[in-house]
């Protein structure tokens, strides 16, 4: 019974690379999100999908792209880490998008130098 | 916009006593409200929430939330507070726009 699963769980990037943080649920959800949690700011939406082939832009999504070819994963790319990406990064799926409570995975924590 | 305030950083309360978190929202809409908690070094986990219906709440680990329509409040209570209750509780609204809101989080310690 895994749930949502994200990889890694920690990584350190240099200024300027790019790496993806992989999700994955084996719910059957349609309903794929990703957050960033930083101190006294609680957790922040960056992007979701409604489904697979559709995806939006949350509160911060600069920095970020997002794809969803599968119901079940739902990768974050950062395209060129900064400093200011230094975060830990939830991934989170729910049944549908409105009224059922979503799942979290484990959380990355990310440092970028 | 959808926005959700927790006033307070820190909420100390001894152990057997009891324990409220607060939230407010502001939601264009019926609101659909939750709370979750977070302990170190893990993801959130979902407690309870109000869709619609009872403005009594009651969820997991002997926690209850109760809906005030009137003073747009969700507060988050425990009749009796355990130290292992101590851990970051964060309150989001999701409104008609399907997007999840969650304030920036209370830390609950829990005094022996």
């Known amino acids: 019974n895994a749930g949502v699963t994200q990889t890694p769980k920690f990584q350190v990037l240099k200024t300027g690379q790019s790496m993806t943080l992989q999700c994955a649920q084996d719910?059957?959800?349609?309903?794929m999100s990703w957050y960033r949690q930083d101190p006294g700011m609680g957790l922040r939406l960056i992007h979701y999908s409604v489904g697979a082939g559709i995806t939006d832009q949350g509160e911060v999504p600069n920095g970020y792209n997002v794809s969803r070819s599968t119901t079940e994963d739902f990768p974050l790319r950062l395209l060129s880490a900064a400093p200011s990406q230094t975060s830990v990064y939830f991934c989170?799926?729910?049944?549908?998008?409105?009224?059922?409570?979503?799942?979290f995975g484990q959380g990355t924590r990310l440092t970028v130098v | 916009a959808q926005s959700v305030a927790q006033p307070e950083d820190q909420v100390n309360v001894a152990e057997g006593n009891p324990l409220t978190v607060k939230c407010t929202y502001s939601v264009s809409g019926n609101p659909y409200l939750f709370w979750y908690v977070q302990y170190p070094n893990r993801g959130l986990q979902f407690l309870l929430k109000?869709?619609?219906?009872?403005?009594l709440v009651k969820g997991s680990y002997g926690f209850e939330a109760e809906f005030n329509k009137s003073q747009t409040s969700f507060h988050l209570k425990k009749p009796s507070a355990l130290v292992s209750d101590s851990a970051l509780y964060f309150c989001a609204v999701r409104d008609g726009n399907n997007r999840l809101a969650f304030g920036k989080g209370n830390q609950v310690v829990v005094i022996p």
């Open positions: 719910m059957n959800h349609e309903y």
């Open positions: 109000y869709i619609t219906g009872d403005n």
């Open positions: 989170a799926s729910s049944y549908n998008q409105l009224n059922t409570e979503a799942f």
